[in-house]
C-alpha cells in the first residue's frame, strides 16, 4: 500500500492570502496524483489530476505541482468559498487518499 | 452531463450485507470511455477507496476489503452495484459513487455522487 501523508493537518489562513498544501507519497507514484476539495456535508470536488492538470471550470488560482513523492497544492488568493478541507490522492497503484488538510479561515 | 445517484438501505445489522446501487443519468454505462468506483467515508475520517468497475465487467478491488467485496454492472438499467459482506460498526460510512477519470481502471475520480450514509447497528 502506498501511504499518502498531508501537511499540515490544520492551515489558517487569511481571506487573499496564499495557502501551500503539501502532500508526500511513501513510494514514488510519477504524476498519478490527485487533489479533492470536500466541504461539510458534501461529496469530494476533483481539483487537480496528473498532479497539473485543473480540471474543467477550476479556477486558475488553483495549482498542482510535482512528481515522484512530493507534491503541492497551491491557491494563489483564498476565496471565501475555497475554505475546505483537501484531499490528495495517488492511482500510481490501487487508490490511496491522504489524510487531509482543513483550510480554515484565521 | 453525466450524474450518479446512489441508494440502497440506510441501515444495517452486523453480519448482514450491505447492498448499495449507483444509478447513470445523462449518460450510458456501457460507454467505453469510463470506469466507475466505489469510495466510502466513516464519519469524521478520510476517503477510502473501495473498488472500480468497467461495463464488460472487469473489476479492481481494495485488497484490504477484497475478500467481502463484489462491484457488478447492470447495462440493462444504467446501474452498477456494490455488495459488502459480512459487515461490522467499522463499515459505517458515507458511501459514494462516482466516475473515473483517463480511462483507466485505476484513476482518479472525476465526478462523484452525493452520497448516501450506511450505519451498521443492529
Known amino acids: 500500500e502506498i501511504v499518502m501523508t498531508q501537511s499540515p493537518a490544520t492551515l489558517s489562513v487569511s481571506p487573499g492570502e496564499r495557502a501551500t498544501l503539501s502532500c508526500r507519497a511513501s513510494?514514488?507514484?510519477?504524476?498519478?496524483l490527485a487533489w479533492y476539495q470536500q466541504k461539510p456535508g458534501q461529496a469530494p470536488r476533483l481539483l487537480i489530476y496528473?498532479?497539473?492538470t485543473r480540471a474543467t471550470g477550476l479556477p486558475a488560482r488553483f495549482s498542482g505541482s510535482g512528481s515522484g513523492t512530493e507534491f503541492t497544492l497551491t491557491i494563489s488568493s483564498l476565496q471565501s468559498e475555497d475554505f475546505a478541507v483537501y484531499y490528495c490522492?495517488?492511482?500510481?497503484?490501487?487508490?490511496?487518499f491522504g489524510g487531509g488538510t482543513k483550510v480554515e479561515i484565521k | 452531463q453525466l450524474q450518479l445517484q446512489e441508494s440502497g438501505p440506510g441501515l444495517v445489522k452486523p453480519s448482514e450485507t450491505l447492498s448499495l446501487t449507483c444509478t447513470v443519468s445523462?449518460?450510458?454505462?456501457?460507454?467505453?470511455?469510463?470506469?466507475w468506483g466505489w469510495i466510502r467515508q466513516p464519519p469524521g475520517k478520510g476517503l477510502e477507496w473501495i473498488g472500480n468497475?468497467?461495463?464488460?465487467?472487469?473489476?479492481y478491488y481494495n485488497p484490504s476489503l477484497k475478500s467481502r467485496v463484489t462491484i457488478s454492472v447492470d447495462t440493462s438499467k444504467n446501474q452498477f452495484s456494490l455488495k459488502l459482506s459480512s459487515v461490522t460498526a467499522a463499515d459505517t460510512a458515507v458511501y459514494y459513487c462516482?466516475?473515473?477519470?483517463?480511462?483507466?481502471?485505476?484513476?482518479?475520480?472525476?465526478?462523484w455522487g452525493k452520497g448516501t450514509t450506511v450505519t451498521v447497528s443492529s
Open positions: 513510494q514514488s507514484v510519477t504524476s498519478n
Open positions: 468497475i468497467y461495463y464488460s465487467g472487469t473489476t
Open positions: 490522492q495517488q492511482y500510481n497503484y490501487w487508490p490511496t
Open positions: 445523462g449518460g450510458s454505462i456501457s460507454s467505453s470511455s469510463y470506469y
Open positions: 462516482a466516475i473515473l477519470g483517463g480511462n483507466e481502471g485505476v484513476s482518479y475520480m472525476d465526478v
Open positions: 496528473g498532479a497539473s
